[in-house]
């Protein structure tokens, strides 16, 4: 069983929707969370992370973990065409490096 | 300042030969990570290095991986000989410190996408 489980899409909506990007994992030890948006020939690119459990809000974007559940959430409201890219969730343990990334979901917002 | 840079961004090498990977990372970033992705599979973490020395190397898949960073600047990452399952793209990230925090969170650079053939 995979750490970190992400459904790869991919997922297209209309400019103007809220997005929703889901994980769950499955190593209890994990107390980061974070979210990568990657887009094509480049490297992944921080967007927002999380300590624990709980919900962080950046902009139109907001991250959600809930440890009860081991489930990891990044909503987007009214996306963008150039939020069209891939976006990988991640969790890590404390003191490491060591990221543990889902398989990614590409994301098209149509205009 | 400048971003984590790697070298080549791509490499087509035939099986059995030797490819060198070279990663850059920020200045004055003790950490280095190198990452992997084959196609279809999630990013997988390589190894970890602070400054000179392997912190964490659990990731490498097998002894045809070597990588090094002499004097805590930059790494290279060597295939040796190179098989047609380490085609993928290869990221090397940097970091302050070790662990994570928000003034601290891993810089991916763009990748080298290594095609074995």
């Known amino acids: 069983q995979k750490e970190v489980e992400q459904d790869p899409g991919p997922l297209s909506v209309p400019e103007g929707a809220i997005v929703s990007l889901n994980c769950t994992y499955s190593?209890?030890?994990?107390?980061?969370f974070m979210w990568y948006r990657q887009y094509s020939r480049k490297g992944p690119e921080l967007l927002m992370y999380?300590?624990?459990?709980g919900n962080k809000e950046d902009g139109r974007f907001t991250a959600q973990v809930d440890k009860s559940s081991k489930y990891i959430s990044l909503f987007i409201r009214d996306s963008q065409p150039s939020d069209s890219a891939t976006y990988l969730c991640?969790?890590?343990?404390?003191?490491?490096?060591?990221?543990?990334f889902g398989q990614g979901t590409t994301l098209q917002v149509k205009p | 300042e400048a971003g984590v840079t790697q070298f080549p961004s791509h490499s087509v090498i035939e099986k059995g030969q030797t490819v060198t990977l070279r990663c850059d990372p920020i200045?004055?970033?003790?950490?280095l990570y190198w990452y992997r992705r084959v196609m279809g599979k999630e990013i997988k973490f390589l190894l970890h290095?602070?400054?000179?020395?392997?912190?964490?190397e659990s990731g490498m898949p097998n002894n045809r991986f070597l990588a090094e960073r002499t004097g805590g600047t930059y790494s290279t990452l060597k295939v040796q000989p190179a098989e047609l399952e380490d085609s993928g793209v290869y990221f090397c990230?940097?970091?302050?410190?070790?662990?994570?925090?928000?003034?601290?969170?891993?810089?991916f650079g763009n990748g080298t996408r290594l095609t074995v053939t």
């Open positions: 190593n209890s030890a994990f107390q980061y």
């Open positions: 990230a940097s970091s302050q410190v070790a662990g994570w925090g928000y003034n601290s969170p891993l810089h």
């Open positions: 999380t300590y624990s459990s």
């Open positions: 290095f602070v400054k000179e020395s392997k912190q964490d």
């Open positions: 991640a969790a890590l343990r404390s003191n490491t490096g060591k990221l543990i």
């Open positions: 200045s004055g970033h003790d950490n």
